[in-house]
Structures are given as C-alpha cells and as structure tokens.
C-alpha cells in the first residue's frame, strides 16, 4: 500500500516530474485509490506542486486532504475550457468528497423532471438524486433539476398554475387497470395510464412546462400566441381557447417581480455573496426580459476559499447542470473571478453565443448586485442563527453527559402499536444536531409474543437493538472503524425500556453513550443509575434530545399506521377461500382499495394477474352475497 506523497519526498518530485505544462484535468488519490479531489489546470504540473508547497497555507480543508494523497494521475486536454468541461463531468461522476463545496442543505427546494421515464413525472423534492420516489428509481441522469429555489411558497404556487394550465401526469401508478381516473374527466390529465396520449405528445407538454423553470416563460408565450393565432385561422376555437387560457396564466407570473434595468431585453443572471465565520450564503438572481423569474441559493463552506474562489465555483457547478438555453447572455458579479477568461470561454461555447462576466460599478446594474448581496446576507444571518442554536445544544449535550467530544451521531429509538397489534418500531438519525433523513430504518417486530392483546416493549426495544448491533455483539465488527457508530443512543422511555437495551448492549457501553428520556417529566435516565440527571427541560440539550425522541415517535407512528391500514384493507380479502398473500398484493396494486375490488365486475377481476374466471366469479359473488 503506497505512503502519503507528502511522507516520501522522493517519490513526490518523481510524480510531480511526470506531470506536463499543458491544461488538462488531475486526480487526487489516497492509498486505497479512492479519488480524494478531481481539479482541472492550464499548467498540470504547476497547479499540482502548488499544493505540496505550504499545505497549511491552503487552510485546514485542503490541508488535511493534502496529507493523505498517495497518488497522482492526470488527463490531457488541448484547451483549458475543454478541461473545465471534463472537470464538470468527472466530479458529477465520482463524486468526490474535496470537491464538494455546496453543502447539502436540504432547506431549499428543487423541481425535478423525470425524463429518464416514457411518461415525465413533474414533482417538488428537496433532495438532488433521490434514491427511491414511490415505486420508481429517479436518479437517472436524464432526470433534470431546477433550483434550488429560495421562495418554497412561490415556487409551490407555480407549479400548482402549471398543473391547472397543462395536462399533466398526476400519478406514478395507475389508479385502475382498465380506465382513467377522474383526472382525466376534468382534463387535469391526458390519460397518461391508459396510454391515451403518446409518449413523444406528451413530453412536448412538458418541454413547455420545463421552459417555464428555465426561465423562459416570455418564449413560450409567443409560441403559444403564435399557435393560437393558427388555431382560430383553422376555425379551431376550442384549441384557440385553450391556449388564450394559458397565456392568460403565464402572463400572470411574476407580475409584482418587475426588475427596472436600462435593456429589459438581455437575459442576466446576477451572484453575490455573504460571508460568515463557517458558512458562505450565496444567492443567484435569474433575470429574463426585465423579470425577476427565479432566486436561487447554495450555501458554501465558508474556508473552502476567497469569495472570487467560492463564487467562481458556484457559478461552474450551476451552469454545468443547466441546459444550454439557459445560460444568458450577461452575469453580474459581486466581485472579480480568479480564472473568469476560463469561465467566459466555457460558457460561450456551451452556449453557443458570447457570453459576458461583468463587475458593475455603479448605476442600476450596481444597485442590482446590491439587491442580491442584502438577500445573502438576511440568508447568511438566518443559517448562521440556526447553526449557532445547535451548536449550543450539541455542547449542552455533551457537557451534561460527560462527552469529551461533541456528539457527532446520535439515534433514537421508539416502538409503536396499539394493544400490540401491528407493533412496529422506528431508527431516528441527527448527524451534527440535524436530521439525516437517509439514515432513517423502520423495523418489524419479529417476537412471536408481541400480538394483540399483548404487547411488550421492553422486548421489542432489546430485539431492534439486538437486531442493529448484531456484528459488534457477535465480534465481526470494529465499533472504532465503523462509519455508522453512533456516539449517542436514545430510548424513548424509562428506567423499564432502558434496562431491556442495557442488557443486550452491555458489551458495548464503553463505546457508546445510552440514554432513555421519558415523556412525562423529560427525565433522561442513564445505565445503572437509579436517579435521572439533574436536568432543566428547557436546557438546550435535552431539547436536542426531545427533537430526537419526536422524530423517531412520528416515524414509527407513521409506520405503524401505514402497517394497520395493509392490515386492514386485506381483512376482507382473507375471508374468500383460495385468495392468498400474493394475488391480495396483486388485486390491491391493480385496484387500489376493496371499494373499487367491491365495484368490479367478474371479467376485470380476471384480468388481474393469477386471478382466474372462477376466483374473480368467488370474489365477486363474496362482495355481493345480500344482492344474490
């Protein structure tokens, strides 16, 4: 296994002596040959030996990665702008852990478009790349984002416009198998299920409705008038109302977000930014024919650079995103951008036509660039109060339970079930005081002996906990090289719950804090400790833990309800003989509720699949037996 260049000087001046004085694109690697940063260069050799130079210079980010590349390759390109586009590519490919600059602040909302399907979802998410949306996978690279927008509110009233002026797709799964659903009466939807509309007509709707995020809400209108114009030539009235309708629409967005600029006709975008002592608050105004008609926002680690540096790597993760016709024809900047000749040229030929990078110094485009510096900095102050309340509660925390560390990780933990019925229980999971959504586990409880009528929660808890920490129990874990250890672990309950979960966990108590907080007087018990601590509730560490033992509550509580409902809606289906598991889960998924399997005739419940002209005769005949 190869040793830190840093630690073997030799080797380093070998490597850095195969790099060339051309532009290309370099890998940073550690021993394991995972890639550590990706970056692009004029000067390969140059730009790489910078860093070995006075890695503390580079501040602590960079630095720390300094000390662990072990390798260094690289790849050649004939322009510095070609480079930049490879960069753009390669980071969206591996995803390197340096290279993330934008924090992943799920506080602002996306709109993503799912062309990656034969018929387009439109949706709102707050997360990029989803790993699962209802039944479907949307983390296809043909799948395309907007934003992330700072107005949820307004961006929420948008698209619900839109959705009134066009026929969209309104659900991911039919509602029935063989018709569509009231959307379709109401002309909400164009009959997506049925395959009414084709694909190809379908997604020139939603070209339409993407120009509207793209900002190019006045190009769609003239198309729109110019095919209204047409229609009533053709005598096709309807269309033609049709059409008035929707222009009518667009043309109310953004009636109160007039900007006054001196060329009302040029496409600009204009940046700006607030710095704070950790985070750097940056905002992107969206400008098209004088309209304001979108605000974005990134939020940047504060020492990852000079604000030209964070600016200038704003501006080339968004752009790299975005389709070409996005791109307009000016951008404002708050301040100089170290390579700006490199992003000018990028741009122009992503593009197509000149695009220009411009300081203003005065007069309206000046104020403008002021404009969105005062909105950074209103949104630096609201990201820097929420992050000061937790890093509050975090050291509260820490100090009450004795932490040498501040807890990085902590999980909570909550049963749910009525009478022991459906009992189901829930794995809650703040990283950093924040919830991370990604890490969330619903559980089933598996023990014969919790069912209705009994219920059993000391039992259930000490099996999800079994269950979560088997490899350690069972020694085929390192709990000091594992990435999901948690530093604190959190019992909804008592002195009763946290006894159960001590004697599964009592080999690992050395290793990791437990706790149990009870509702009633917010009490937070601790292992082998008759008393609770000394405690004040409104203390900013135990709100931090009651945020916790919420959270995980809602979770299993939705769970729970979700598993009762299955429950119930199959109650009826376990009374037909011959009816199983597997043909309820297909009867369920084609019609969705027993009201509809109830409303079916005989021959569309043998339509469903391993349901049989004698089965659905059954199924109908037990839905309609006072009838008979």
Known sequence: MLQPLIQDRDRLEQVLRQLPLAPGVYFLKDKTDQILYIGKSKRLRSRVRSYFREPAQLGPRLELMVYQVADIEFIVTDTEAEALALEANLIKQHQPHFNVLLKDDKKYPYVCITWSEPYPRIFITRKRQLGNIGDTRSDSPKDRYYGPYVDSFRL?????????????????????????????????????????ISPQEYRQTLHRVAMIFQGRTGELVAQLQA???????????????????????????????????????????????????????????????????????????AQSGSVGTILQRVL?????????????????????????????????????RAVTLTVPQRQAKAELIAMVQRNAELEL?????????????????????????????????????????????????????????????????????????????????????????????????????????????????????????????????????????????????????????????????????????????????????????????????????????????????????????????PEQLAQVHGVGPRLAEKIYRYFHADTD
């Open 156 to 196: 929420r009233q948008t698209l619900a416009l839109v959705k009134r002026l066009f026929p969209l797709r309104q659900r991911p799964r039919p509602l029935f198998k063989d018709r569509p659903c009231l959307n379709y009466d109401m002309g909400r939807c164009p009959g997506v299920c049925q395959a009414l």
């Open 381 to 601: 102050a609201r990201i820097q109060q929420a992050s000061d309340r937790t890093q509050t509660a975090l050291e509260d925390l820490a100090q009450l339970l004795g932490l040498d560390t501040l807890p990085h990780r902590i999980e909570g933990y909550d049963i749910s079930h009525i009478q022991g019925s459906d009992a189901v229980a829930s794995r809650v999971v703040f990283i950093d005081g924040l919830p991370a959504k990604q890490h969330y586990r619903h559980y089933n409880i598996h023990n014969p002996e919790v069912k209705l009528g009994h219920s059993d929660d000391f039992a259930s808890l000490a099996e999800i906990l079994r269950r979560r920490f088997a490899p350690y129990l069972e020694g085929k874990g390192d709990p000091l090289e594992a990435d999901d250890w948690p530093d604190v672990i959190l019992i909804d309950g008592g002195k009763g719950q946290l006894s159960a979960v001590v004697q599964v966990l009592e080999p690992l108590l050395g290793d990791l804090t437990l706790l149990s907080l009870a509702k009633q007087r917010e009490e937070i018990f601790l292992p082998h400790h008759r008393q609770p601590l000394l405690t004040d509730p409104e203390q900013p560490g135990v709100q931090l833990l009651r945020r916790v033992r919420d959270e995980a509550h809602r979770f299993a509580l939705n769970f729970h309800r979700q598993k009762r409902a299955q429950r119930q809606r199959r109650s009826h289906l376990d009374q037909i003989p011959g009816l199983g598991y597997q043909r309820q889960k297909e009867l369920l998924a084609t019609f969705r509720s027993i009201d509809y399997i109830r409303m079916a005739t």
């Open 316 to 352: 080339e993760e968004h752009y790299a995103q975005v389709d070409d016709v996005e791109i307009p024809s000016e951008i404002l900047l708050q301040h100089p951008l170290p390579e700006a000749a490199l992003l000018r040229t990028y741009l122009s030929e992503k593009k197509g």
């Open 227 to 301: 095919q209204m114009a047409q229609a009533a030539a053709d005598l096709n009235f309807e269309l033609a109302a049709r059409l008035r309708d929707q222009i009518r629409g667009l043309e109310h967005l953004g009636v109160d977000q007039k900007v006054s600029l001196p060329d009302d006709t040029v496409s600009r975008d204009a940046i700006a930014l607030a710095l704070g002592d950790r985070h750097a608050a940056i905002q992107l105004f969206q400008i098209r024919a004088g309209r304001l008609v979108g605000r974005l926002a990134f939020v940047a680690d």
